[in-house]
């Protein structure tokens, strides 16, 4: 059986004709070119190679061994590097899940820039629902999800903000709030707020329904929905009020809610989360498309400045 670097050796002078720069692609010296090809042909049995002071020609013998040899080792390194790149994640199946009609749209754009990029991968999208994204995730249903932050779970990585945008308050469309040009985080406290279900992961329910104000005034929980789209016919039918992104305006425009800007709230962000467990290099790949699509579109105001994903570990 010939080595692997004594086929390379052999392959490469045959190409360059010329020991130094065999030697240089090699990153070896040319005396240990030398001595490979001297062994390899005394294992032949011919010379390879006609050798002078002034030139390296290949024999006959090594013309038929290179016409023989060279396309089926073409054929075993491609099949090496097919083998190294689905180990590194970039061949097969991507599963993305997103949270929302403008999540999805986001998701599209960036699943498109990352198939440029990586056309043997392919990327399957759907939509998931706030409490499915954690059990999706840890079931293996997902690799990764565009969702509303902060996740702050174990095992869970958060990767860049993406997206950020003002948050507002979704109030039935009789409501005294919806005549207001403003409501302050305060005014909660005045209010029923509709609730995310317990099924939903803590850090999003505690962000969006918060049982207390800033000062600490409590808030007064009212009924659970399962869906966003339940949030916002529990809202229109005066059960509640819940606290929204901005772009629900454009995407979930309801003749029975409005929608009221947060004079003093934190704008709401979106980014993707996988688990750390399965970082692979396709799933960092797809968060470099994301955050890429976001960066080179036209300056939105508020969009989020490249920062590093975050992975939450147990104590």
Not at 20 to 30: I, P
Request: one cysteine or more.
């Amino acid at each position: 059986m010939l080595e692997r670097h004594e086929l390379e050796a052999f392959l490469t002078l045959a190409e360059e004709l010329h020991f130094g720069r065999t030697a240089e692609r090699l990153h070896v010296s040319t005396a240990r070119v030398s001595r490979t090809i001297a062994k390899l042909e005394r294992r032949i049995g011919v010379p390879l190679f006609d050798r002078t002071s002034r030139r390296v020609e290949l024999s006959q013998a090594g013309r038929q061994l290179l016409e023989e040899m060279g396309p089926a080792w073409s054929r075993i390194t491609d099949a090496f590097e097919r083998a190294v790149d689905a180990g590194r994640g970039m061949t097969g199946l991507l599963r993305v899940a997103y949270d929302g009609p403008a999540a999805g749209q986001l998701l599209v754009g960036a699943a498109r820039r990352f198939r440029a990029r990586h056309p043997e991968c392919e990327v399957r999208i759907k939509e998931a629902h706030l409490p499915q994204v954690l059990p999706w995730l840890r079931d293996g249903e997902v690799d990764l999800a565009l969702t509303c932050l902060p996740v702050q779970e174990q095992g869970v990585v958060t990767g860049p903000v993406l997206v950020r945008e003002a948050r507002m308050l979704a109030v039935p469309v009789g409501h005294p709030f919806a005549r207001r040009a403003a409501v302050s985080v305060e005014d909660l406290a005045r209010v029923t707020v509709v609730q995310l279900p317990r099924t939903s992961p803590n850090s999003p329910r505690q962000d969006g329904t918060p049982p207390r104000t800033p000062v600490g005034r409590s808030v007064t929980p009212g009924p659970s929905a399962a869906t966003f789209n339940e949030v916002l016919t529990l809202v229109g039918a005066g059960e509640g009020v819940f606290a929204v992104g901005a772009h629900v305006r454009r995407y979930l425009a309801r003749p029975d809610v409005a929608y009221v800007p947060f004079e003093d709230a934190a704008p709401v962000e979106w980014g993707l989360v996988w688990l750390a467990e399965g970082a692979t290099s396709r799933v960092r790949a797809f968060s470099e498309a994301a955050l890429g699509l976001v960066q080179d579109s036209a300056p939105v105001p508020g969009r989020a400045p490249r920062p590093t994903s975050r992975v939450i570990r147990g104590g």
